[in-house]
């Protein structure tokens, strides 16, 4: 069977003053349809490089992305915008809605900027009533906890039935209450809907919500006895790729 998502010698550096800093050093794995996986590593890993480069908002100094059969390289700066759209939903860990919109506007806004009709309302009501803000969608951000937010950012990456589903440190602001709620809903959905989500994350209990584990350090991917934090002498060790 062919990846679904594939990862191939992915370098990227950046260049910090007269620095030149690697953020990935060759990295090469692949994601099955269907899969939640979870990316973990400490923070300087490469993490967050990598989930850019896999949602086609940069691109890698060398290697190759494919998303479904389709190689980013390949396609130009719209071809590659019209990908993300049809396919890829985020969640960020800052929630980026807009201010002056209700979390209903900010959840159909999605649709919106992927040339699609309105969402079907029988799936926004599902999806806001498992994140437990149904009741809250009149309302704007400023009215809105933290968790509520998050929600609200997660179910606007939902809202068109992506394919893929990336999110980085989606729970990284949250309170343990909110981030069961947000972590629920990301299985549920790869369960139910058969959407394939990478999630990025730094909280042990967060990932082990994934169906497999990938450990990050310097740019590149190790097994976890090569990652202090997650070593079976840790004691988050039980959590094994």
């Known amino acids: 069977m062919s990846a679904f998502i594939e990862a191939r010698e992915l370098r990227k ?3 910090v003053g007269k620095v030149d800093v690697p953020a990935l050093r060759g990295i090469s794995f692949s994601v099955q349809k269907g899969e939640f996986v979870t990316v973990v590593g400490p923070s300087g890993s490469g993490k967050s490089t990598l989930f850019y480069l896999l949602g086609g908002l940069t691109q890698a100094d060398s290697g190759s992305v494919t998303i479904d059969g389709i190689d980013f390289a390949t396609l130009s700066d719209g071809e590659r915008t019209r990908l993300r759209k049809s396919k890829i939903g985020f969640v960020f860990q800052k929630f980026n809605l807009l201010p002056t919109l209700s979390a209903r506007s900010n ?8 040339g699609r009709a309105m969402p079907d309302p029988a799936f926004l009501s599902k999806i806001t009533g498992m994140l437990g803000i149904a009741q809250r969608l009149e309302h704007r951000p400023s ?10 950012a997660l179910a606007r990456a939902l809202i068109n039935r992506p394919a893929i589903v990336l999110a980085d440190e989606p729970t990284g602001n949250l309170d343990s209450k909110s981030s069961s709620v947000v ?16 999630m990025i994350t730094h909280n042990p209990e967060a990932a082990d919500y994934g169906d497999r584990i990938v450990h990050m350090r310097d740019g590149q991917i190790v097994t976890p006895d090569e990652d202090p934090q997650w070593s079976p002498h840790h004691p988050a060790g039980h959590l094994q790729s």
Not at 143 to 152: A, D, F, I, T, W
Not at 183 to 198: A, C, D, F, H, I
């Open 13 to 15: 550096t950046y260049r």
């Open 107 to 114: 959840i159909e806004i999605a649709a919106d900027i992927a």
């Open 143 to 152: 009215e809105l906890s933290g968790g509520e937010q998050q929600r609200v």
């Open 183 to 198: 972590l629920e809903m990301l299985r549920q959905s790869n369960k139910e809907l058969g959407q394939t989500v990478l």
